[in-house]
């Protein structure tokens, strides 16, 4: 099936640093990317959609500043959280949308595996 | 504005016993309709989509789903459930004529019981 990558899978900085995560699709071209925030035992909240080559569009309430999206290619988008604080402390997912060659065949989500970011 | 919401945080289940998860949603227009899977620590997996067509959709695993458009339910049943079933299932929409995005529910946590 259709695979979504992220890098790194989890990781520890200090507040105030930068931290970049990276999602790539690595078996379909995904015209448009996603950008969740999964806090503990909750659902998944929409941060951000990105298309290629565009700028992100995001939910009310994600500080765009703070969140820096790039769409650089079909195949790579980035999230960059800025001067992190701990309350940034959360699991990030990336999805991307596109056809795979395998079930469904159809334009679907592919959800990558998850980033979980602590800011000591 | 659509909503989703999954009635039950949490259903323990015996294993090889049937297990369903309750979704229902609200929207004024046409949406698709989605059930994830999440297991510890891992993005999530698609199980089934309704599009359109036949209101009973089978999917991955064994799982099914049935839409209900006069009750705007989508709940998913599986007949006998596996002790690798225990996950977190997300049910989400997207709306039909609105863009791509997905609006989750809020979880269901099923531990399956030897």
């Known amino acids: 099936g259709a695979v979504v990558s992220q890098h790194p899978s989890w990781v520890i900085c200090k507040s105030g640093t930068s931290v970049k995560i990276e999602c790539r699709s690595l078996?379909?071209?995904?015209?448009?990317m996603f950008w969740y925030r999964q806090f503990p035992k909750q659902s998944l909240m929409l941060m951000a959609t990105?298309?290629?080559?565009?700028?992100?569009?995001?939910e009310q309430g994600v500080e765009k500043d703070k969140f820096l999206i790039n769409h650089a290619s079909l195949t790579l988008s980035t999230l960059t959280v800025t001067s992190a604080h701990p309350e940034d402390s959360s699991f990030y997912i990336c999805?991307?949308?596109?056809?795979?060659?395998?079930?469904?065949?159809?334009?679907?989500?592919?959800f990558g595996p998850g980033t979980r970011l602590l800011v000591l | 504005a659509q909503s989703v919401t999954q009635l039950d945080s949490q259903v323990p289940v015996f294993e090889e016993a049937p297990v369903e998860l309750r979704c229902n949603y609200s929207?004024?227009?046409?949406?698709?309709l989605f059930w994830y899977v999440q297991y510890p620590n891992q993005g999530l997996q698609l199980l089934l989509k309704?599009?359109?067509?036949?209101?009973l959709v089978k999917g991955i695993n064994g799982f099914e789903a049935e839409f209900n458009k006069s009750q705007t339910s989508f709940h998913l049943r599986k007949p006998s459930v596996h002790i690798s079933d225990t996950a977190e299932y997300f049910c989400?929409?997207?709306?039909?004529?609105?863009?791509?995005?997905?609006?989750f529910g809020g979880g269901t946590r099923v531990l399956v019981k030897p």
């Open positions: 078996d379909f071209q995904a015209t448009t």
């Open positions: 990105s298309n290629e080559g565009s700028k992100a569009t995001y």
């Open positions: 929207s004024s227009v046409s949406v698709y």
């Open positions: 989400a929409v997207r709306i039909k004529a609105a863009g791509n995005k997905l609006t």
């Open positions: 309704y599009l359109s067509g036949s209101t």
């Open positions: 999805s991307g949308e596109g056809v795979s060659g395998s079930w469904p065949n159809q334009e679907t989500q592919y």
